[in-house]
C-alpha cells in the first residue's frame, strides 16, 4: 500500500506562482512514476506531468515550460513548481503513483485557484 499527501494549493493571483508537494508513505519501494492529474469544475481529469523511477518527465502541451515536477532521491516527495500560472489552470490537482503489479494509487487532491 501507498499513501499519498498533497499540500501546496491555495489561491493565487494570474501570473503568480505556486509549488505542490505529495508526501508519499508505505511501500514506496514499489513506485515506478509518480504523475500530477488536475480536474476542473465539469471537465474531465487530465495528465498534468509525471516522473518516473528513472527521473524522465513529461508534461502536457499546456503546461511546458511553465511547470516542472521533480524528486528528492527517494519517493518520499515529489513537487510541482507552477509558474506563470492562468485562470485556466484553476483545479484540483491530485497526486497519483503508478506502483508495481499494476496498482494504482491516488491522493485526495488540493485545490488551486487563479483569479484575481
Known amino acids: 500500500q501507498v499513501q499519498l499527501v498533497e499540500s501546496g494549493g491555495g489561491t493565487v493571483q494570474p501570473g503568480g506562482s505556486l509549488r505542490l508537494s505529495c508526501a508519499a508513505s508505505?511501500?514506496?519501494?514499489?513506485?515506478?512514476?509518480i504523475n500530477w492529474y488536475r480536474q476542473a469544475p465539469g471537465k474531465e481529469r487530465e495528465l498534468v506531468a509525471g516522473i518516473t523511477s528513472g527521473g524522465v518527465t513529461n508534461y502536457a502541451d499546456s503546461v511546458k515550460g511553465r511547470f516542472t515536477i521533480s524528486r528528492g532521491n527517494a519517493w518520499n516527495t515529489v513537487y510541482l513548481q507552477m509558474n506563470s500560472l492562468k485562470p485556466e489552470d484553476t483545479a484540483i490537482y491530485y497526486c497519483?503513483?503508478?506502483?508495481?503489479?499494476?496498482?494504482?494509487?491516488w491522493g485526495k487532491g488540493t485545490l488551486v485557484t487563479v483569479s484575481s
Open positions: 508505505g511501500s514506496i519501494i514499489s513506485i515506478n512514476a
Open positions: 497519483n503513483a503508478d506502483a508495481q503489479s499494476a496498482m494504482d494509487y
